[in-house]
Structures are given as structure tokens and as C-alpha cells.
């Protein structure tokens, strides 16, 4: 059975940081690119950034990059994004995502596997 679960999201003020976990099993974790997407209410769903199977390409959304980082710990079978300098507009419902391909792709649609989310809350 493939699980994704997602922790680590809560309230910060603006100006703050969150390091987001995302626990995987019940499948090949260490072949599969990893991604964050995020979907604040009325929006569609967003990439934020991805990390391939090797950990060697990454990819950031123009609106996180230089704040936030991704990274994976394949031994524990979990994926990160540590979120830095978080602004009011990264409020949104944060999902992690695996990929097959293994690359870090920034499509929704090369994703086939879903955690449930986590709601990340910047206040002003």
C-alpha cells in the first residue's frame, strides 16, 4: 500500500520558517523524483520544487527560490523542504508527490503518487 504523509505545517508569522517532512512507503522510494506542489483556496495547484532520484537536479518555482530547499534522505525514505523568509502568499495546503520517471519534473501530471497535505499558514 503507497503512503505519503505529510508534517510539519502549522502558523508562523511572516518573516518565519517551517521544515515540511514527508514519510513515504510501499514503494521503489529511492527511483522516484520527489516534488512539493502547493494549492492555496480558489487556486489551482502549484509546483514548488523537486528533486530527482539521485538528489542531483532540482528544480524551484520562481517564487521560492533562494527561499526555500529541497532535499531527500533515501535511507529513510523521506523527502524535505525546509521554508525560509516565509511570506503571506505561501499560505497554502503543501503536498508531496512521487514521480516514476525519477526526474525533478515541475508537472502536476508525472506525479502519480499523492500525500493528503499539510496547511502551512503565514500570518502578516
Known amino acids: 500500500q503507497v503512503q505519503l504523509v505529510e508534517s510539519g505545517g502549522g502558523l508562523v508569522q511572516a518573516g518565519g520558517s517551517l521544515r515540511l517532512s514527508c514519510a513515504a512507503s510501499?514503494?521503489?522510494?529511492?527511483?522516484?523524483?520527489l516534488a512539493w506542489f502547493r494549492q492555496a483556496p480558489g487556486k489551482e495547484r502549484e509546483f514548488v520544487a523537486a528533486i530527482s532520484w539521485s538528489g542531483t537536479n532540482i528544480n524551484y518555482a520562481d517564487s521560492v527560490k533562494g527561499r526555500f530547499t529541497i532535499s531527500r534522505d533515501n535511507a529513510k525514505n523521506t523527502v524535505f523542504v525546509q521554508m525560509n523568509s516565509l511570506k503571506p502568499e505561501d499560505t497554502a495546503v503543501y503536498y508531496c508527490?512521487?514521480?516514476?520517471?525519477?526526474?525533478?519534473?515541475?508537472?502536476?501530471?508525472?506525479?502519480?503518487?499523492w500525500g493528503q497535505g499539510t496547511q502551512v499558514t503565514v500570518s502578516s
Open positions: 508527490a512521487a514521480d516514476p520517471g525519477g526526474w525533478a519534473s515541475r508537472g502536476t501530471l508525472d506525479y502519480n503518487y
Open positions: 510501499g514503494f521503489a522510494f529511492s527511483r522516484y523524483g
